[in-house]
């Protein structure tokens, strides 16, 4: 019997490759993970597609959940016509195209990410600057995850809607084609990654931090893709391909393999870093 065509295939459009997609299939449903730029034009339009074609039972999103209220207003700001909102980049945007599923936070901090990266710091026996770096950085996660929740609280008291930070500008827009956003994008990424690359980081603070987080995603989305139904997950990319290896490993799937999107060429607590800039960003 033929092999029924993957699920990239019914994808024509150059903003959905597999450098950016993951789909990994699982008995209850689906789990796709999805990399973004934070706010870039073609990042919006990918979970805007993917979203127009899977109705996911639910969509999880790199956030704390203190700040998925502030996005839900994000998401219901201005028109709902084909024009992107105003403010949250592709999170919003995929709250809005996916308004009837479960929208869940996934990021830290939260209590599981406090216990894990504290046990770790101690485990690791690691310099009192070393963890002095990471404590300041949870204090500067959680102090702006708090932010956000307040700024939902007044979107909702008020007429006016409260932004905590301006969209990131690039050198392209969504009226530009699905081509040049591509293409940009990509040159994005590789150049973050190769600043990246060149700056060792593996004993740093932000190595501790974002490693803890990445194992409390994966703890979180394998709770959420053990009930019925799919999941869509909407991460930062230099995130995507460690969860990817770290959902298809998990004892909970052992047999599961990251599959691509699409081929190309060339706990109700108070989750998570607010969406990062490209550190984080293109995560």
């Not at 700040?67 to 994000?74: E, H, K, M, T």
């Not at 956000?148 to 809607?161: D, E, K, P, Q």
């Not at 409260?162 to 994008?185: F, G, L, N, S, W």
């Not at 709770?223 to 490993?249: M, N, Q």
Request: glycine share 6%; charged share 30%; with cysteine.
């Amino acid at each position: 019997m033929a092999e029924s065509p993957p699920f990239a295939d019914s994808f024509d459009d150059p903003r959905i490759t597999r450098q950016f997609c993951r789909r990994l299939p699982n008995p209850a449903g689906d789990l796709i993970l999805l990399g973004v730029v934070h706010d870039h034009p073609a990042s919006v339009a990918r979970v805007e597609r993917v979203l127009d074609r899977i109705d996911p039972d639910a969509l999880a999103l790199e956030l704390p959940t203190a700040a998925v209220p502030l996005y839900r207003a994000y998401a219901r700001d201005g028109d709902a016509g084909d024009a992107p909102p105003r403010f949250g980049g592709e999170m919003s945007a995929a709250i809005r195209a996916a308004s009837d599923a479960d929208i869940v936070g996934i990021d830290a901090p939260n209590w599981s990410f406090c216990r894990r990266l504290v046990t770790r710091l101690i485990g690791d026996r690691v310099s009192p600057a070393t963890a002095r770096r990471v404590l300041s950085g949870l204090g500067g996660a959680t102090r702006e995850a708090l932010t956000c929740r307040v700024a939902a609280t007044l979107t909702h008291a008020t007429s006016m809607t409260v932004a905590c930070d301006d969209p990131i500008e690039y050198d392209c827009d969504p009226a530009d084609p699905p081509t040049r956003q591509a293409a940009h994008e990509r040159s994005h990424v590789a150049g973050v990654q190769a600043l990246l690359g060149s700056v060792g980081t593996d004993d740093s603070a932000l190595a501790y931090r974002d490693e803890t987080r990445e194992r409390c995603m994966i703890d979180r989305l394998e709770a959420l893709r053990s009930e019925p139904g799919d999941v869509v997950a909407v991460v930062g990319i230099d995130h995507l391909e460690r969860l990817a290896t770290g959902l298809s490993e998990s004892k909970a799937n052992p047999d599961a393999e990251a599959e691509p999107v699409v081929e190309t060429d060339a706990e109700a607590e108070p989750d998570a870093e607010a969406k990062t800039d490209v550190d984080a960003e293109a995560a």
